[in-house]
Structure formats: C-alpha cells, structure tokens
C-alpha cells in the first residue's frame, strides 16, 4: 500500500510541474457535423403519435389544475386578509 500510495504522490507531483495538459480541438466540418447529428437522431426513441396526443393532453390538464389550485389559494388568502384588515380598523 505505501509503494502505490508513493507512486501516485510521484505521478501527482509530475503532473503538477508539467501544468495543465493542452485541449485538443478537433474541428469538423459542417457536412461531417450534420451527418453525425443524423445519426445520432436516429437513436433517439421518438414517441408515437398517440403518446404525444396523450401527453399533451395530461401536461393541459395538470397545468389546468395547477393554475385553478393557484388562484383558489390567493383567492382565498386575499379575502381572508382583506377581511383580517378590515375588521381590525
């Protein structure tokens, strides 16, 4: 345990005199770039027609219910605040 705890004290040490290691910055043309996009859209798992209507109609739905939940809860703590205001003058 101590020889590889000193063989890695040594690599670190090399490591830090050597400094920071430059980038490699591979530029690819735009053909290339395009055609590796398309390949990698190909594996993506696209939903189906059906899913998309079906998530689209439960992300309505919730959004609905959110917004009602929201403005019944500032509703009701307007009121009663109001009401709070209004009773102690």
Known sequence: MRRLQQKEEER???RR???PRP???DRVG???YFHEVRQELKKVAWPTRQETATFTV???IVTAFVTGFTF???FIFKKSILDL???AV
């Open 30 to 32: 735009v053909r290339q």
């Open 58 to 60: 439960v992300v309505l």
């Open 12 to 14: 670190a040490k090399r």
């Open 17 to 19: 005199q050597e400094g």
């Open 23 to 25: 980038r490699s910055r």
């Open 72 to 74: 019944g809860l500032d």
């Open 85 to 87: 205001l209004t009773s």
